[in-house]
């Protein structure tokens, strides 16, 4: 009973899907948890230097601004690649999918193309601006 049921797909395609992930998730989220309660400060240390945590670097005394305006030299090329890498993840996807199915994902392929040209077009326009690069 157990090894029929075990050779089912849709136990197969289940456990693959949704089980496995939940235990991944899991094993992620104790590990996190694990570490966060090895790392974290002990309270002796926290309350005899109340300024390690703060926002300025190095403890340092709050002297006018804590932190510079931070550049955006890169959010051109992040746009780029945030643009670009759903259709190349769809274009490897359309190389193994079944031939019955190319033409609905060449469809699908053409609305996405569509739909981030607008966004591939302002980041070139962004990533070309230079005086944005520039720190004040």
């Known amino acids: ?16 899907f949704i089980v496995l ?6 094993v992620l989220l104790a590990t996190v ?11 002796e240390v926290s309350s005899a230097e109340s300024r390690k945590e703060a926002r300025f ?15 955006m030299q890169y959010l051109g090329y992040l746009i780029i690649f945030l643009a670009v890498e759903p259709a190349l993840i769809l274009l490897a996807l359309a190389l ?12 699908l392929y053409a609305a ?5 040209t607008p966004f591939i077009v302002y980041a070139v326009k962004e990533a070309s601006r230079i005086e944005k690069w520039i720190l004040e």
């Open 96 to 107: 193994a999918a079944p031939k019955e199915l190319i033409g609905r994902l060449g469809l």
């Open 33 to 43: 948890y694990g570490l966060h309660v090895l790392l974290r400060p002990s309270r």
């Open 57 to 71: 670097e190095a403890g340092n005394p709050e002297k006018g601004e804590a932190k510079a305006r931070v550049s």
């Open 112 to 116: 996405i193309v569509l739909v981030y």
């Open 21 to 26: 992930p939940i235990i991944l998730l899991v």
């Open 1 to 16: 009973m157990l090894d029929a049921l075990l050779q089912d797909t849709v136990v197969k395609a289940s456990t693959a």
